[in-house]
């Protein structure tokens, strides 16, 4: 198993939905992940960190759930500029980038 | 602050050649990161650099070298070019001591090799 695995969709969600995705890791022992953004042909820009409490930021949830063994991100009520591709990355004491689930908003 | 830049932005070469590219951050941080990103293999960590002076291997160090002579510079090297090197790569920066943490990322060298 990978360390790091995302399922890379696309996600094709209508504008307004509510859109889950989840990273799986492999390491029991890790405690903190992160949640970047990239749009097309850009540089990663950080959304959220993850830790055993879990994040929220506005629309933006995420979750780690350590019985199971991943990493979740929730985006409410979604809008057009949602559409990217998120990466998680972790655990923390390495830098295992998983390769990024594509979301393409729908108007 | 200008962040985290990276030169050149786009550059073929051809099979055998060399060429260094050049990361350069004005955030004063310790550690900084050089990557590379393949359609479908997502980013992957070529070298790291823990502070001036230091360098150590991460996923994919084969076929390139780092230095990291000045704190705000990390410099990538490709000896001898091959296809395989087709890739888009991104330098990144952080400000702790903390191997997994938020990172600042440049804007990409774009390299075929032909």
């Known amino acids: 198993r990978k360390e790091v695995e995302q399922d890379p969709g696309p996600f094709n969600v209508p504008e307004g939905a509510t859109v889950a995705f989840n990273c799986t890791y492999s390491?029991?022992?890790?405690?903190?992940f992160f949640w970047y953004r990239q749009d097309c042909r850009k540089e990663p820009k950080l959304l959220m960190s993850v830790y055993s409490s879990g994040n929220e930021d506005g629309r933006f949830t995420a979750q780690l759930n350590r019985a199971s063994q991943y990493i979740s991100l929730l985006i409410r009520d979604s809008k057009l500029s949602d559409s990217a591709t998120y990466l998680c990355v972790g655990p923390d004491d390495k830098i295992i980038f998983g390769k990024g689930t594509r979301l393409h908003i729908l108007p | 602050n200008a962040g985290v830049t990276q030169t050149p932005k786009f550059r073929v070469l051809k099979t055998g050649q060399s060429m260094t590219l050049l990361c350069a951050q004005d955030?004063?941080?310790?550690?900084m990161y050089w990557y590379r990103q393949d359609p479908g293999m997502g980013l992957r960590l070529i070298h790291y650099s823990v502070g001036e002076g230091t360098t150590a291997k991460g996923e994919v160090p084969d076929g390139y070298n780092v230095s990291r002579l000045k704190k705000q510079n990390f410099l990538l090297g490709l000896e001898s070019a091959a296809p395989s090197q087709t890739s888009v790569y991104f330098c990144?920066?952080?400000?702790?001591?903390?191997?997994?943490?938020?990172?600042?990322f440049g804007p990409g060298t774009r390299l075929t090799v032909t």
């Open positions: 990144a920066s952080t400000r702790t001591s903390t191997l997994l943490y938020e990172q600042y």
């Open positions: 955030m004063n941080h310790e550690y």
């Open positions: 390491n029991s022992a890790s405690q903190s």
